[in-house]
């Protein structure tokens, strides 16, 4: 069989290398799970896969070997998956308008995921469009899967038991754009998920969104993480925008990943006390933001 689609990912090429958004793919851009959708009706069958999932949360068996059986079950021709795709996923109502967003800004926007690009390239094609979807990269397992539909077969990104580690495709991205920057400088990496499976990459971040009221969120209150709860890709939205006006990157980032600056930069000395002179950022109502607030020392994320 030969590969329907490789690992090369979509040619996007955004103005700003000094920021870059990863996103992952379902409970968090859809509500569903594009893999559950399909085990469910055209492979092992809901108890099954709920067995098999359990099996991965005991640890008795790991995601890459569990994921091979589940989308081995699988017998349905690749373009009936999309109708299965298009009949029971629900997209975020406001994730097209924050993709637009994201263009309009240059920002690169990320899919990060434990599944199969051809399945998320489609679901992308089907609700976006083709025009819209070739502008959002996807990282995540390619696959082989026959014309007819009776073997689907993963090809792992990375030879570990996860198959793709996020964490690692975050550190790579973040390499790679740190090459484009002057002075070697780190991107700002912001991340989106919704479980507690996104933590490797989350980890990697330096401001960190969690949808409100799933897993991932009741993890970052448990173990005090930082992070910004949000309902709707609106509310993400809104947070970039004021992370990208207030024009001053570095606040928010990780203390190791801030480019380090002249300890006078902004400062002068009061009494032996080192005070920061420079303005904060305010709204148009006179107050600083929830977001400038919280952020003011940086987004902290649990080793």
């Known amino acids: 069989m030969a590969p329907l689609y490789s690992n090369s990912v979509a040619k996007i090429f955004p ?4 920021v870059a958004i990863f996103s992952d793919f379902d409970g968090t851009i859809f509500m569903q799970d594009t893999g559950h959708i399909l085990f469910d009706r055209h492979g092992c069958g809901t108890e099954h896969r709920q067995r098999l999932d359990e099996q991965i949360h005991t640890g008795e068996r790991s995601f890459r070997d569990v994921s091979e059986e589940m989308w081995g079950s699988l017998n349905v021709p690749f373009d009936e998956s999309m109708k299965a795709m298009k009949e029971h996923l629900v997209i975020d109502p406001d994730f097209a308008d924050f993709h ?25 094609n089907e609700f976006l469009g083709h025009h819209a979807s070739k502008r959002i990269d996807i990282i995540s397992n ?22 793709h580690d996020k964490s690692l495709s975050v550190k790579e ?24 499976s996104d933590l490797p990459a989350a980890r990697e971040a330096d401001v960190l969104f969690a949808r409100t009221g799933l ?18 890709f609106a509310d993400i939205e809104r947070e970039v925008l ?11 980032k990780k203390p190791h990943n801030r480019t380090p600056q002249p300890s006078s930069l902004g400062k002068q000395k009061f009494f032996g006390s080192a005070i920061d002179t420079r303005k904060s950022r305010r709204t148009e109502k006179g107050h600083m933001s929830p977001i400038s607030a919280r952020f003011n020392k940086g987004i902290t994320i649990a080793q």
């Open 142 to 163: 390619a696959a082989e899967i026959s014309a007819d539909g009776s073997e689907w077969k993963p090809i792992w990104r990375h030879d570990s038991q996860l198959g």
């Open 100 to 124: 637009d967003f994201c263009i309009r800004e240059g920002v690169a926007f990320n899919v990060i995921s434990a599944g199969l690009e051809p399945v998320l390239r489609g679901v992308l």
């Open 15 to 18: 103005t700003r290398k000094d």
């Open 173 to 196: 991205c973040r390499a790679h754009l740190r090459k484009q920057l002057p002075g070697n400088r780190n991107p700002l990496i912001i991340f989106v998920g919704d479980g507690v």
């Open 215 to 232: 897993r991932l969120e009741e993890y970052c209150k448990e173990h005090n993480i930082e992070y910004i709860p949000f309902d709707s």
């Open 242 to 252: 004021r992370i990208l006006d207030s024009g001053d990157l570095e606040r928010y």
